[in-house]
């Protein structure tokens, strides 16, 4: 039988400075990575040239990995991300030093789960690859 | 006795993934039965098939959640048996 390929929706919390921390996604499926890179295009030329989407272009991976996180606003409420509008929103309201920071845990996180795919990838490989020659007893 | 709760917005999730926007729903809480009807604003067929899902009907300070132990659709109508509400 072969293997499940659909991406199972699992999360992972990493944690942020000042006791903060963010949900993400552990990998994206086809469709949304997909639409990952979909965002980052601002228009399509009739000659084959893009033009990228400046305000999304450093988030699109964060925007594609964030589901949930601990940042509040003046109040102590929970800022709500449960839609793409409203990350989009959210992210923009924080300060630079903030997303430069969920940048970078984003990036350590796709880094981390790209190595351990390939360790995967490696251990199955050796598992179940049949040898290309075979001996037999006569 | 019984309790109904209504509501105009929910969604029915497959962990962070929408499978259905649900609109119009009702939930009817008896006993230890709690059931849900709503009707189907939009939906991903594939999402809906999946285990488990959740029924999320927000509320002015959040939401509430509550796990979907068996669940049929019908000519845009949804109806649900619910497990406990869950924190």
């Not at chain 1, 272009?57 to 839609?83: C, F, K, M, N, R």
Request: charged letters at 25%; a negative charge.
């Amino acid at each position: 039988m072969g293997r499940c390929r659909t991406v199972k929706p699992e999360t992972i919390q990493i944690p942020i400075s000042d006791g903060d921390y963010i949900v993400v996604k552990k990998r994206l499926n086809y469709g949304e990575s997909t639409k990952a890179k979909a965002t980052i295009v601002k228009d399509f030329h009739a000659d084959g040239r893009v033009t990228p989407d400046f305000e999304v272009v450093e988030i699109a991976q964060v925007l594609a990995y964030l589901v949930e996180w601990s940042l509040v606003d003046e109040h102590g409420q929970q800022i709500p991300i449960d839609t793409h509008q409203k990350r989009l929103a959210a992210i923009n309201a924080q300060d630079t030093a903030t997303i430069r920071e969920l940048i970078d845990a984003v990036d350590a996180h796709v880094k981390a789960m790209d190595e351990e795919r390939a360790a995967e990838k490696n251990v199955t490989a050796g598992e179940t690859a049949s040898p290309a020659t075979s001996l037999s007893v006569v | 006795m019984n309790l109904t709760i209504t509501g105009v917005e929910g969604q029915i999730r497959w962990a962070y993934h929408s499978a259905a926007v649900l609109r119009a729903w009702t939930v009817v809480s008896s006993d230890a039965t709690r059931t849900l009807t709503a009707s189907i604003v939009s939906q991903d067929t594939f999402r809906v098939s999946q285990r488990p899902l959740v029924f999320v009907a927000p509320h002015a300070k959040g939401s509430w959640t509550w796990p979907i132990e068996e669940l049929q659709i019908q000519d845009g109508v949804l109806s649900a048996r619910l497990g406990p509400q869950k924190e």
